[in-house]
């Protein structure tokens, strides 16, 4: 006796990515939490972090424009600023979509990277005694502070928060250079502005 009917056999279909989601069968109201419960939301990427499925869901995330929750690891501002950066068909191609995913994961992913590590593994030596920055040249989160490279290297050079825009100083020709001392934060502007007033006073008073 056989078993065979004459139908032809279903062919296997490709499992949903939510099916093998970390998060299957568990409360979905854990991946929504209410805003600004840091702590929900890390707990939630945590789970996400080792997911098999994490690239599709914040595939759909993103493409779909889901507003709310953690996809994908990607807290809901992560996916604004992942939004902000590439157009939806840059998104569609998965080697973009990898490479947005684990840019704005980064640090949560690697969080024993210090500042002083990103400077180092970012900045190149260039000719006249100027440093390149290969990164992102408009700015990056760390941990969640938005930071740009001049904000950086002042940052790590004088101990402190720059105050206002970071600028090159005069003297330094090179557009693209974040040498820390090429650069001058406003505080740093206006008192350049005041030693040369004082200067120019200082002169005239002896002429
Ligand atoms: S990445 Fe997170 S939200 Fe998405 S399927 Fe996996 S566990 Fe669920
Ligand atoms: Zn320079």
Not at 12 to 32: H, K, Q, S, V, Y
């Amino acid at each position: 006796m056989t078993h065979y009917t004459g139908a032809v056999p279903a062919a296997p279909r490709p499992t949903d990515w939510r099916l093998l989601g970390a998060c299957a069968g568990l409360d979905p109201d854990r991946w929504f939490p209410k805003p600004g419960n840091v702590v929900a939301v890390r707990a939630a990427k945590s789970l996400c972090f080792g997911c098999p499925s994490m690239l599709k869901c914040a595939s759909h995330a993103l493409t779909r424009n889901e507003e709310t929750g953690v996809w994908g690891g990607l807290s809901e501002g992560q996916r604004t600023t992942i939004r902000k950066k590439y157009k939806l068909h840059q998104l569609e191609n998965p080697a973009v979509l990898e490479a947005a995913v684990y840019e704005a994961l980064h640090f949560e992913l690697n969080p024993t990277e210090t500042l002083r590590d990103v400077w180092d593994t970012n900045t190149y030596v260039l000719p006249g005694g100027h440093l390149g920055w290969s990164g992102a040249s408009t700015s990056f989160s760390f941990h969640g502070i938005p930071i740009t490279p001049k904000q950086l290297a002042f940052l790590l050079d004088r101990g402190r928060k720059a105050v206002g825009i970071v600028r090159r100083a005069p003297e330094c020709p090179v557009v693209e250079c974040v040498h820390p001392q090429h650069l001058l934060d406003a505080d740093e502007r206006r008192q350049r502005v005041a030693a040369a007033k004082a200067a120019r006073a200082a002169t005239d008073l002896a002429a």
